[in-house]
C-alpha cells in the first residue's frame, strides 16, 4: 500500500519520478517505463497496480505533449507536420501486443528473482541498442566535420600556392578563389 511505509523512502521515489518524466518528455518519451521499478522499489506496490498507474501517467504525458506540438510543423519539410502519424499507426500495436504480453508473463512469473532478471534484460538490451545508435551518430557526426575541415584545408592550400606565382597568375587565382564559396 503506498504512503503507509516509510515517508522520506516514497518522497525520494516521487521526486525521482518527476525527474525522469521530465526527462523522457525533454526527449520526447512518456516516461511510463521509467516509472514502473520506481513505484515497485519505493511505494511497495506490486506490478498490478504499478502498470496501469504508469499507463495512466503516459497518457497524460503524451496527451500534454500533443496539446504542445500538434499544429507544429516539420523543421525540414514546411509541408509537413512535425509529428509522423503514419510511424505512429504502425507503432502502436506494438505497444500494445507488448504490454499485453508482459502483463500476462507478469502472472506466470512466481520469483522476484525473476522479474529482477527480466527487467536486467530489457535494461541491457535498450543500452545496447541505444549506445549502438549513438556511436553511429558520432561516426557520421566525424565523417561529417572531417570532410568540412578537409575542404577549408584544400582551400586554404589552394589559397597559399595563388600567392606564391607570378602577379599574372596571382590575379587568376584570386578570380578562381572569390569564385569558391565558402563553408
Not at 92 to 98: E, H, I
Amino acid at each position: 500500500m503506498p504512503f503507509s511505509g516509510n515517508l522520506l523512502v516514497e518522497i525520494i521515489g516521487f521526486v525521482l519520478m518527476v525527474i525522469l518524466i521530465t526527462l523522457s518528455n525533454a526527449g520526447g518519451l512518456s516516461g511510463a517505463g521509467t516509472n514502473i521499478p520506481i513505484m515497485l522499489l519505493f511505494f511497495d506496490m506490486e506490478m498490478e497496480e504499478a502498470v496501469p498507474i504508469s499507463g495512466f501517467v503516459a497518457v497524460c504525458a503524451t496527451v500534454f505533449r500533443f496539446l504542445l506540438h500538434y499544429k507544429q510543423m516539420h523543421p525540414t519539410n514546411p509541408e509537413r507536420l512535425s509529428i509522423n502519424y503514419e510511424v505512429v499507426m504502425l507503432t502502436m500495436p506494438c505497444v500494445f501486443l507488448g504490454s499485453f504480453i508482459g502483463v500476462t508473463l507478469n502472472h506466470h512469473i512466481i520469483t522476484s528473482l525473476q522479474q529482477v532478471i527480466l527487467f536486467g534484460l530489457t535494461v541491457a538490451w535498450s543500452i545496447k541498442t541505444t549506445a549502438k545508435k549513438a556511436l553511429e551518430i558520432i561516426a557520421k557526426e566525424k565523417k561529417q566535420d572531417q570532410l568540412g575541415r578537409d575542404a577549408l584545408l584544400s582551400q586554404s592550400q589552394s589559397q597559399v600556392s595563388c600567392h606564391s606565382h607570378a602577379h599574372s597568375e596571382n590575379e587568376q587565382c584570386e578570380a578562381v578563389t572569390h569564385m569558391t564559396p565558402e563553408l
